[in-house]
């Protein structure tokens, strides 16, 4: 063979097997693509690979009705492609590296997901290796492009299929992926995925157009700083559909979560075990949904994150804070409201459920308005034990929280409560709270103990409570020692004081039912003293609107300087008008009393009508020094009651027959002084007058001055003169200092002496 023969040959051999290789394309070509594949555990069930388009520059191989399977211990997945077309350069491919694959349709199916952990690798994966940067440097392609992608997951995920188009170039992730039709309960959304070679990321999620979240991160150096921006009221849309939220509920405002979180040099294990220190700012403001507004919500905190294949947990160092500007409703309004967590804590987040092992919150010094009424207290401590949140059907919730307030105290007009301190303990299981809470006061006079259970599900609970008896005695005070600024003349000196309620509530409305026992209650109001009142009051209805009524009151006696013995009656009182029933008292050897009185107290004006029966005379003479008498009176009392005080615009007191008798001890002196005969016979008659008429008109003004314009008619047996005389007397006296000047007609001790006199001295002073 000839030199010039063998090297035709050397240069022919390349070109007749590449050739040959070219003509018997579909013989090779598919068993080689699948010994390729099998190596990196993908099973090529069918491809169609067309002969390569030879071009000027660019090469194009098309591959149609390409399906591969992937199957592991973990998972199961399918991949159908109808068409792919591959642009490759001859230098390019030569080094690896393809210019362009089109997909104009893809699907991957995941069969299957199991929940099996992956063995811990012998060496330590760099984390750098799976950054973004370094990622899209080592993909064989300059650019990918899929037209469109379909993801269909397994159907226990309940989302279905993600449909839309995928795109790499330049070292730049683009995807759009759409919820493409509503499975379960999830509704339509949509989501875009940009990352860049420069390990920038953004994540935008819309539904119906609208956006609902932005989550951004960069990562530069060894440090990765992030921010995810929610918008709350296209957020609400989703939770509407998801159930988590009622139909007519209006959530708005935006949130926004910003944190750092340094990397680390590397993964311990292909498991994803990852342990980082971290940073975190959370801003929600504009919240509101139903009737809650919130203001500018902010927490900051730093620690640990521990992040595993089955758990993510946060530890938190000691420190976090959490601010709140304004938090309003119709009834409760807060403001610069500042809660510190003085110690660590963690929070486990599993796939099943969230859980809280512990965390303690304090409040200082904070004021609380609850329907314009001010609330305020010194300090408080939350404590939350074990709580756990439960996912995909589990156990909702639960938890133990312990409240403890101190110091709390609330204004009402001119009553100003002394602090009061409350203890708290309740479980919380699933969507029932139920626990225990006591109320006492600094000085351990009144302490009120009660249990509560509440349903979260359907608004709907109660709480039972009982006062602790209330003992009053006459050596110590008792309401100067339970309110602040105590000014009013009226304490508590014997008796017994207990009560039982039972508040339940469903939404906003609270009813009550309570029963209040008085037990020979003893007190005095100015230097009036009062004995034995009894009742058992029972409280029902609304508990802003209730129904308060007790059959029998009693009190033994009333002492205003004259005795008011007996007093009985029946009650019945309403936010609009009292009732009052089968009054009577005695008074002045007589009764005073009516069946039914009448008072509107949404009424400028109300009018009561009372009546005197058997009113003994020389008992009322009794009250001035040197006249006495004798008889019985009767008459009514018409009482007219105003924003300006009582009044009596004319009442009427007849004496019954035969009349009585009068002697006013020094009138025949003071008529033997007089120089008008006449008016002098008139006073000495009544050094013994016998009268057959006595008539008293009586008018009472809202100043205090009473006027009484008297007629009597008789005559004195001792005078020799024996025709009848009339006197009309006018009286005016002013009431109130009346009844001061008077004395009481009971003993009291030197311990309630004291105590009323306390009151005057600090009267003076001030």
């Not at 004006?605 to 009372?610: H, I, P, W, Y």
């Not at 200092?737 to 009481?744: G, R």
Request: hydrophobic share 40%; net charge negative.
């Amino acid at each position: 063979m000839t030199k010039q023969r063998l090297l035709l040959i050397i240069f022919l051999l390349p070109v007749l097997l590449l050739l040959g290789a070219y003509l018997a394309w579909p013989v090779w070509t598919t068993p080689l693509a699948s010994v390729l594949l099998k190596g990196a555990g993908i099973e090529l069930v069918s491809a169609q690979i067309s002969r390569p388009k030879l071009q000027h520059q660019l090469q194009q191989l098309a591959i149609r009705d390409l399906q591969l399977r992937y199957h592991t211990d973990e998972y199961r997945a399918m991949v159908r492609v109808p068409e792919v077309t591959i642009d490759y350069a001859w230098q390019a491919l030569l080094a690896g590296q393809l210019s362009k694959v089109h997909l104009p349709d893809a699907q991957i199916q995941l069969i299957e997901v199991k929940n099996t952990r992956v063995a811990v690798a012998e060496q330590p994966l760099p984390l750098t290796e799976l950054l973004p940067s370094q990622l899209f440097s080592q993909l064989p392609v300059s650019r990918l492009q899929i037209d469109r992608l379909t993801l269909s997951l397994p159907e226990h995920f309940g989302v279905g299929d993600l449909t839309g188009p995928l795109n790499i170039e330049d070292g730049q992730l683009t995807v759009q992926l759409t919820h493409a039709e509503s499975l379960a309960k999830l509704p339509t959304f949509q989501f875009e995925l940009v990352i860049d070679k420069r390990n920038r990321l953004q994540l935008d999620f819309q539904h119906d157009g609208q956006a609902v979240a932005r989550i951004t991160s960069d990562i530069e150096g060894q440090q990765i700083a992030g921010e995810l921006l929610i918008n709350l009221q296209a957020g609400g849309v989703l939770l509407k559909q998801l159930g988590l939220l009622a139909k007519n509920d209006q959530l708005s405002g935006q949130a926004v979560f910003s944190w750092q979180l340094p990397l680390p040099e590397q993964l311990a294990s292909n498991d994803l075990a990852l342990t980082a220190d971290f940073h975190s700012d959370v801003q929600l403001k504009g919240l509101q949904l139903r009737e809650i507004n919130a203001g500018l919500l902010s927490f900051t905190g730093a620690g640990q994150v521990q992040l595993t294949r089955s758990v993510t947990a946060l530890t938190f160092e000691a420190g976090s804070l959490l601010k709140l500007s304004q938090l309003k409703t119709p009834d409760l309004d807060v403001k610069n409201l500042v809660a510190t967590v003085p110690t660590a804590f963690s929070v486990q987040l599993q796939p099943e459920q969230l859980n809280l092992p512990g965390l303690l919150i304090k409040l200082p010094a904070t004021e609380v308005y609850w329907q314009q009424q001010a609330i305020r207290f010194k300090s408080a401590n939350i404590n939350l034990q074990n709580l756990v949140v439960g996912f995909q059907g589990q156990q909702p919730l639960s938890s133990t929280v312990s409240l403890s307030l101190l110091g709390l105290s609330t204004d009402s007009d001119d009553l100003h409560v002394k602090p009061l301190n409350m203890r708290g303990r309740w479980l919380l299981e699933g969507d029932q709270l139920k626990g225990n809470l006591q109320l006492n006061d600094s000085a351990d006079l009144v302490t009120v103990r009660s249990t509560m259970r509440h349903n979260l599900n359907t608004g709907k609970g109660q709480l039972d409570s009982r006062l602790d008896t209330l003992r009053f005695t006459q050596s110590k005070s008792f309401l100067p020692r339970l309110f602040k600024n105590w000014s009013q003349p009226f304490d508590l000196f014997e008796g017994e004081v207990d009560m039982t309620s039972l508040i339940t509530w469903g939404g906003r409305e609270l009813d009550i039912q309570g029963v209040l026992r008085l037990n020979n209650i003893g007190g005095f109001y100015d230097s009036n003293l009062f004995r034995g009142l009894n009742a058992e009051v029972t409280i029902n209805g609304p508990l802003q609107e209730p129904v308060i009524v007790t059959e029998k009151l009693t009190v033994s006696s009333l002492d205003v300087g004259l005795p008011i013995n007996n007093i009985e009656l029946a009650l019945h009182a309403s936010i609009d008008s009292v009732q009052i029933k089968d009054f009577q008292a005695e008074l002045l050897g007589g009764q005073v009393g009516q069946s039914l009185i009448q008072y509107g107290l949404k009424q400028d004006t109300n009018e009561l009508r009372v009546q005197i029966n058997g009113i003994q005379l020389n008992e009322l003479l009794s009250l001035e020094a040197g006249i006495e008498g004798l008889g019985t009176l009767d008459g009514e009392l018409p009482v007219r009651v105003t924003p300006g005080g009582i009044s009596v615009p004319l009442g009427e007191l007849k004496a019954r027959a035969p009349g009585g008798f009068i002697k006013y001890q020094g009138a025949k002196s003071m008529g033997d002084a007089v120089a008008d005969v006449g008016v002098g016979f008139a006073l000495e008659a009544l050094e013994n007058f016998h009268y057959e008429v006595l008539d008293v008109k009586a008018s009472y003004n809202e100043s205090g001055q009473l006027r009484l314009e008297t007629s009597l008619l008789g005559r004195n047996p001792d005078m020799r003169e024996k025709r009848p005389v009339r006197y009309n007397i006018n009286i005016q006296e002013n009431i109130p200092a009346l009844i001061k000047s008077l004395k009481l007609t009971q003993q009291i001790s030197d311990d309630i002496e004291r105590r009323i006199q306390a009151f005057y001295k600090n009267k003076d002073k001030e």
